[in-house]
């Protein structure tokens, strides 16, 4: 499919969804923050810079701490980024290096963080009714909600009953801030006689919050998330990323993990048909990969990731982040992945094109799942041009003043997945380019991205098409429209 028929077959989703929406209901758990963006710029890392040795940042950079335990350990994060043009997100380990930052950085504005959070606000602002896990509920994290269509199950004496955040906040809940660092293509910062220019806007996360970490059941949640279980269409949980391999009290990833797949169990004993989709973050321990591999695939239908993500679930035990674009490469591991873990659905997100793998027993025709990643893509395009979180007229808007292109890479590696499915037998070239999907079990579908010509945000984008899309299965399985 050429550039001009990916922009017809994107409005075209738009206007299928559109015309199948109405109010359902979502579970979202288990991380809410607020999310402390700065928009760095050359200045701000030579400020920084006068207060580290150079030389360790340096010697970090060439062996990387994956945690934040001193500026240095910072900075060599963020460079790296720039460099790669990737995104990170690395654990601080002392509220003292947490509170330099905002002391050195500081921020340009607080938005709703988590994927949690996000995935909450999306679904909401789509017009569904949404149960979210708020482990801290403070005044400023509550008024970062889109309040209408939110929904928190609050302890009573009577049983749990269910307000709006704005209404439901616990005013001695501490702010849970994470420290987000983007950067915009073309920055250029140096280091000694090392110098790094950023291929393209990405960020650098670094994260103080003991309270996610524990991925924090709120009071009120686990039993008002199973009371909503038996009307909701699906759940979709989070967070796991910021689990520690061993906490003060003794307890282990394995522990909190395992606590919500119990919860997700109980979802599930009221709700078979409960579909649960499991956003992946980046995930710097290997004893959490495997704990979150062990104890969280089995009991999840689907699984989102992006390339990184991918490659380190894909091969827990390696120690490098692995970034690699290329479509055959995710494809395999993906279907790697769906097999191995007996998976219903991996869903591969990237800057430049998501690729969905679907089994007959996730409910979703392929053509249906092409039409909900579009979507979720062109959702997630719109809040990279405004900044805020997307609505459908939003989307049609930003269509129809050209903001978007469809990403030139993302139809090459289309070609390139035609041509390995094809040799395998297992798609004809020709459709699977033409249709951008092929059926089978499992199916596969490939949709390149829509990428903003001017972009406002670049976090969130993960949380804004997978939300998107699980919002758009929905709407589509149970209207018969594809
Ligand atoms: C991670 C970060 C959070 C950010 C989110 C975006 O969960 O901890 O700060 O908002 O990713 O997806």
Known sequence: MRRKRWVEAYSRSLETVAQASRSLKFIVGFNVNIDAVKHVCREDVERLMRHVSPSEVAKRIFNLP?????LEDFLAGFFICVRDGVG?????????????????????????????????NILARLGHRVIPNVPSLPSQQADLFYDENVVIPVPTD?????????????????????????????????????????????????????????????????????????????AAVSGYHLLREKYLNGETCWDVAGRTTHLIREWRSVNPELTIHAEMGFTSSSEVRKAVLSLVFP???????????LHMFHSPTHTKPLSSYSAPELYLKARGLIEKYRLKRVFVHTREYSISIIKQSYGVHPEEEFMALLFGALLAATLADTGTPPTISKAREAMKLGRFEVSEDGIREHEKLASLLDSEGEANYKFFLEHGFVEGDPGVVFVPSMIAREIKATVGLGDTICSGALAGEQLLKSSGKG
């Open 88 to 120: 990170g997100e690395w654990i601080i380990t002392s509220s003292d290096v947490s509170r330099k930052l905002e002391k050195l950085l500081g921020w340009d504005e607080m938005r709703m963080g988590g994927q949690g959070g996000n995935m909450t």
């Open 66 to 70: 994956m945690k934040v335990d001193s």
């Open 299 to 309: 009991h999840v239908d689907s699984v989102g990731v992006n390339e990184t993500e």
């Open 158 to 234: 009577r049983g749990v009953t269910f307000k709006h955040p704005r209404e439901a906040t616990r005013p001695g809940d501490p702010l849970l801030i994470h420290w987000i660092s983007e950067f915009k293509r073309g920055l250029s910062v140096s280091l000694g006689d090392l110098s790094f220019e950023a291929p393209r806007d990405n960020r650098f996360i670094a994260t103080f919050d003991e309270v996610n970490a524990r991925l924090q059941i709120a009071p009120g949640f686990w039993e008002g998330s199973i009371l909503e279980a038996k009307e909701a269409v699906a």
